[in-house]
């Protein structure tokens, strides 16, 4: 084709000489108090710490520049100066083994997965990614960990790290973004907890967790990965996760993981139904409705874990907000609202599906996984408190739903420990509790008249709540 008959090329608008030099300007001659604050924490932190780091503190500094006079909302730091979240006070994760938890990274996550909590939140209040996740502020961790084990220094946190209550990476948005190779965050973070021997659980949806840079500061010790993988449907999972690394990436970490002897747990969550509500449990299920399916979850995830080297797997049925069922029909062209019963809001925006419905599917995969040899527990977040008690009769590991404690040796305590006035004080959410002798019954031990027991008072709790 003739060049002079390309008439559907959209020509870039081009910035003068002038133009660029204005931009480099604004740049340069914006005030940076964000990155300024975290440089002169990072020098003080640097004579009297005796974790000693060559991390590039200057990066906050560039992306405050970046911006100019022109900073995004919230600015280009996350967080306050406290980098810790204690959960286990409000009325859905009471029960929380490790409610203690932190994000590298926030006001959005770049995997943006079309059914995530976070992303319906923030995006009502204009931050999810505006214009992309915002680092924190690594020196606010540094600062915590050197008060508490190299000083007499009050902090907040000192009960909590004391007593090695193993923190949770990964809530609100995925430290494990590829974005990380930049800002390094996480990495940095993942030294810090080495140095001062403290325990963690990872929870990402990326391969980035299993690079050479990243597997080299992690400690085999200290560490327990999970990586959620919801479908072997690629297809799929590049309408409903679009940002996230597709499944072959993932299970190829999950190998990698094991082959270099990290305790790795594959996180079946949010577990997507295959057929509509009924289909397993209800036998006048209607007939009219076995011809739906979503073709996202399949069991055949099992086997596909197993070739992998995966050693256990998690499992936590999903619970939809309205918002996330439109996004997902839009991006799929699968209304997930025929697949739920009528009565089948817990809230007032929420779909979930029935109590015997999701046992089924439990039931189901666990016998999968006996069949592959593979360890299984369940999580209930999201499904109301009274499914903490409901399944654990098919966890193999009975003290632990994530299944860390007796796997990675700096497991040997968790948040459920923690006093609940201990949790109300240092939480934002001042909740009462739901089951007063719940929260303090030891794991373990407990019969299945014992389990059914804490599953209806803590039921009959939080309907009288609701």
């Given amino acids: 084709m003739e060049r ?22 604004n740049r340069e001659q914006a005030p940076t108090p964000k990155s300024d604050k975290v440089l002169e924490n990072a020098e003080k932190l640097q004579k009297i710490s005796k974790y000693q780091t060559d991390y590039d503190f ?169 990586i959620s993988i919801p479908s072997l449907n690629d297809r799929l999972n590049k309408l409903i996760e679009p940002g996230a690394p ?67 797997i998690l499992v936590g049925f999903v619970r939809l907000a309205g918002q996330s069922i439109n996004r997902m029909a839009e991006s799929t062209g699968v209304d997930l609202r ?18 015997r419905e999701i046992t089924a599917y439990y039931e189901k995969i666990h016998r999968l996984c006996k069949e592959q040899g593979i360890e299984f527990t369940t999580c209930y977040i999201g499904n109301g408190e009274s499914f903490f008690w409901k399944h654990q009769n098919l966890w193999d590991n009975k003290t632990d739903c994530c299944n860390a404690k007796g796997r990675v040796k700096g497991f040997s305590i968790d948040s459920r420990h923690i006093k609940y006035e201990t949790r109300i004080k240092l939480s934002s959410i001042k909740s009462s509790p739901n089951d007063k002798i719940g929260i303090q019954t030891p794991l373990g031990n407990l019969s299945v008249t014992q389990l059914k027991e804490r599953e209806e008072t803590t039921g009959k709790s939080n309907a009288e709540k609701e």
């Fill in 246 to 312: 597709s499944s072959v990436r993932r299970l190829n970490a999950v190998k990698k993981l094991t082959d270099n002897g990290f305790w790795t747990t594959v996180r079946i969550n949010p577990l997507f139904p295959i057929y509509p509500d009924g289909y397993y449990s209800d036998p006048n299920f209607d007939d009219a409705k076995r011809q739906l399916s979503f073709d996202y979850f399949s069991y055949d995830i099992i086997k596909a874990i197993a070739e992998h080297g995966g050693q256990s």
């Fill in 4 to 25: 002079s008959k390309i008439n559907n090329v959209v020509k870039l608008p081009l910035s003068s000489e002038e133009q660029l030099k204005a931009r480099a300007a």
């Fill in 338 to 355: 025929n697949f739920f019963n009528k009565d089948s809001k817990r809230h007032v925006t929420l779909y979930q599906y029935s109590e």
């Fill in 58 to 226: 200057e990066i906050y500094r560039r992306l405050e520049q970046r911006f100019g006079y022109n900073q995004p909302r919230g600015g280009v730091i996350f967080g306050a100066n406290d980098p810790f979240k204690l959960i286990n006070t409000h009325t859905t994760c009471q029960q929380c083994l490790y409610a203690f938890e932190m994000d590298t990274y926030g006001r959005g996550c770049v995997h943006n997965c079309e059914y995530c909590y976070s992303k319906v939140e923030l995006t009502s209040h204009k931050y999810w990614n505006e214009p992309f996740p915002m680092p924190r502020d690594i020196t606010t961790v540094w600062k915590a960990f050197y008060t508490v084990f190299e000083t007499d220094k009050k902090s907040k946190w000192r009960e909590i790290l004391e007593q090695r209550i193993p923190l949770r990476i990964g809530s609100g948005s995925d430290g494990f973004m590829h974005m990380d190779k930049k800002y390094r965050v996480t990495h940095e973070l993942l030294k810090l907890l080495r140095f001062y021997n403290y325990p963690y659980i990872i929870v990402t949806r990326s391969d980035l967790v299993a690079y050479d840079e990243y597997l080299e500061v992690l400690d085999q010790d200290l560490a327990s990965v999970q």
